[in-house]
């Protein structure tokens, strides 16, 4: 291959302009197409999250008051409902909530270790829930209790309320004390009153999956509080096996039988986990499509114009390639001549283009706080466009190889 290397870049220094074209669209392809499926794998990651939730079973009712009341009188309505949704058959258990796992309302706090630190030590995702919440997700409790009943506060509508103590996930534990002596010790979220850690979970997904969340992603806290706010709650419902599709039916006609003074959406007031995740990752999904999209259009484009502008230059060369021939060049030698001269073209364009996404990416990274790009997906980048080139390139050189000498030298 070596010898045929100086006349290749000599006829290349002829076609200037074609080959520095083919060299730019190679060279961006691979800078967008790396950045791309590095989004790609990112957005799948995002969507593959555990949430800790038994999703298979439960669902969320979006629960609004008709009437204002007081704390204590919606409160006593709160029971009430939970009541009669945990007496239903196809029901396992049932609590109230501000926030839910993947979507849903609740808050975010900065979290301390002491009341007087300046810089927070991270952020944590807030729910709240009684004594019946961790059952009702199907969260694992992997150390420490529950809380008693008797440490559940009403929450109403203030946001005010600092709790002695908080179930925390895993995540955030190992976050505030890394030496894994987490349970027991104290931190503090909205103020100078701390929150001793009586369990800890695993794994307790964030409310929201945006993109901003991707440095705190699973580290959450759960105060005991029972949302009992006049504007609205959830209810968060966990079926039976098997029993899912009834307890939906039958959860609302419990609800309205305690009292009609609700609003509960027939479209989404009330809503299965499968559709709570979906929801959740529409944005996810979305941009995985779109830059999966552009990169076969792009990689589908440069292979194109790898065959148009090889077929171009095969059929300027049938004199040159005719002679060769005669010669005695081998079509072996003809196609190894095309292949050769569309690597070394490919060789310096990838070059260009590894630059380039390591810049596009560091640019992405100041701009929109995107994780730094693996050169991983660079290296693979590189091999794949070689070997799309090669590939490409395939068709019009094997054409030129079956040139005939007779066929060349006729038409000079």
């Known amino acids: 291959m ?3 290397i100086k006349p290749i870049l000599i006829a290349l220094r002829r076609h200037k302009a074609g080959t520095v074209l083919i060299a730019l669209q190679i060279a961006l392809t691979l800078a967008i197409v790396c950045n791309a499926l590095f989004i790609i794998h990112q957005r799948l990651a995002n969507m593959a999250d555990l949430s800790g939730v038994d999703e298979a079973n439960v669902f969320v009712i979006k629960n609004q008051w ?4 007081s704390t204590q009188q919606v ?3 709160v029971r009430a409902d939970l009541l009669a949704l ?4 196809g029901v396992r258990d049932a609590a109230p909530a501000s926030g839910y796992p993947l979507q849903g309302g609740g808050w975010d706090n900065f979290v301390t270790m002491t009341p007087d630190q300046v810089e927070p030590t991270t952020d944590s995702a807030v729910y709240t829930g009684d004594e019946h919440l961790l059952d009702t997700l ?4 992997i150390a420490g209790r529950n809380f008693h009943p008797d440490e559940v506060v009403e929450l109403g509508t203030q946001q005010a309320i600092i709790p002695p103590v908080a179930i925390v996930s ?3 534990a190992d976050r505030l004390f890394p030496d894994g002596s987490a349970l027991g010790k104290s931190f503090y979220a909205m103020g100078a009153t701390p929150s001793t850690i009586i369990g800890i979970v695993d794994p307790l997904h964030r409310q929201g999956t945006s993109q901003w969340n991707q440095p705190y992603a699973g580290q959450s806290l759960i105060w005991p509080l029972r949302a009992d706010d006049a504007r609205g709650i959830f209810y968060i419902v966990r079926a039976r096996p098997g029993q899912l599709a009834a307890a939906m039916r039958e959860a609302p006609k419990a609800l309205y039988a305690q009292s009609r003074m609700r609003m509960i959406d027939p479209k989404d007031g009330i809503q299965d986990y499968a559709e709570i995740r979906h929801k959740a990752y529409d944005s996810d999904r979305g941009m995985a499509i779109l830059m999966g999209i552009i990169s076969a259009v792009l990689l589908a484009i440069t292979a194109a114009g790898i065959v148009g502008l090889t077929s171009f230059w095969v059929g300027q060369r049938r004199k040159q390639i005719g002679v060769r021939r005669a010669l005695g060049a081998t079509r072996g030698d003809i196609l190894n001549y095309f292949l050769t001269e569309n690597l070394l073209i490919g060789i310096g364009a990838v070059l260009v283009g590894a630059v380039l996404a390591v810049g596009i990416n560091l640019w992405m990274v100041t701009q929109f706080e995107m994780a730094r790009l693996s050169l991983v997906y ?12 090669q590939g490409a390139v395939l068709a019009p050189a094997l054409r030129a190889s079956q040139v005939s000498p007779v066929e060349a030298t006729r038409s000079v």
């Not at 945990?86 to 058959?89: A, M, V």
């Not at 199907?138 to 409790?141: D, F, I, K, N, S």
């Not at 660079?378 to 080139?389: K, N, P």
Request: hydrophobic fraction near 55%.
């Open 86 to 89: 945990r007496q239903l058959p």
């Open 378 to 389: 660079v290296a693979v980048g590189v091999i794949a466009l070689l070997l799309l080139g």
């Open 138 to 141: 199907g969260v694992h409790l």
């Open 75 to 77: 409160d006593a309505q």
């Open 170 to 172: 895993k995540t955030l």
């Open 2 to 4: 070596s010898p045929q």
């Open 66 to 69: 008709a009437v204002d009341a």
